[in-house]
């Protein structure tokens, strides 16, 4: 095995091969289901599905989530304006190892810090102008690596043009929802 900062450049490469070869091999259907639990607690549970419906992997994460003292929440897990900066920073720190040891670049150290304001007015329903969401995102890579100031540019350039969560955060998503009631009695 080649390996550089522990991934396996050899079937990294096998894999960008097969997917484009077969495309289809490459779509995935991620899913979560998320189920309240008391006051401002709830569990989501994630699993990992094909494009057909199948279950691909024996997996199964469980996420808590609850909010802050100040919004009537008892703190005992991360809010899910928190989870999504935990994601952007688990999808840089995956797009930034892989992508480097592509390039032959060799990590000492790799840590991201992100930030962003809410106003709670917003997602309180106090001021219909105030967004109930982020105003804004701000995320900073510290990257220690073997490689020149012109590499780590271009490796920076590379995820951010190819991360997943950016995308996603950057770019409208179209989002269905729906609700199916329960039997009333």
Known sequence: MSATNNVDVEALGETIDAIS????????????????????????????FDQAGERISTREFHIEGD????????RTAPNAVELLLAALGSCLSVGYAANAAAM????????????????LRGFLGIEEDVRPGYEGITCTAYVDAKASDEELADLRERVEATSPLIDSIRNTVPLETDMVLASRH
């Open 21 to 48: 070869a077969e495309p289809a091999a490459g779509e995935f259907t991620f899913r979560a289901e998320t189920e309240w639990e008391d006051a401002l607690r709830c569990v989501t549970t994630i699993d990992e």
């Open 67 to 74: 909010e802050p003292e100040e919004i009537l929440g008892e």
């Open 104 to 119: 032959g670049i060799e990590l000492e150290e790799l840590r991201f810090e992100m930030e962003g304001d809410v106003d």
